[in-house]
């Protein structure tokens, strides 16, 4: 996908991942893979976490939701939509 590069050190595992965005905060989000978008979500609600809005989806990429920790740190769901 053009502006995202991700790097791991085997399939699966887990991967550090940058994207260019100019008009994106400065800084990182820590970024959990999940393989169902609404299950999670729906378990994190019933949790107590409030979501930053609803899911994003990039068509046949991936479909992203935002929210934050007590600290008010940024982190982001992200479910994978291309074939492995």
Known sequence: MPG??????????????????PDAPKGGVVVF?????????????RR????????????????LAKFRDPSGNLLQLAQPLVPA
């Open 4 to 21: 995202w590069v991700e790097y791991a050190h085997a399939e699966g595992a887990t991967a550090v991942g940058l994207a260019e965005q």
């Open 33 to 45: 893979k999940v393989d169902d978008m609404d299950a999670a979500r729906q378990e994190l609600t």
């Open 48 to 63: 107590g976490v409030q979501f930053d809005g609803p899911t994003e989806e990039i068509p046949g990429v991936v479909r």
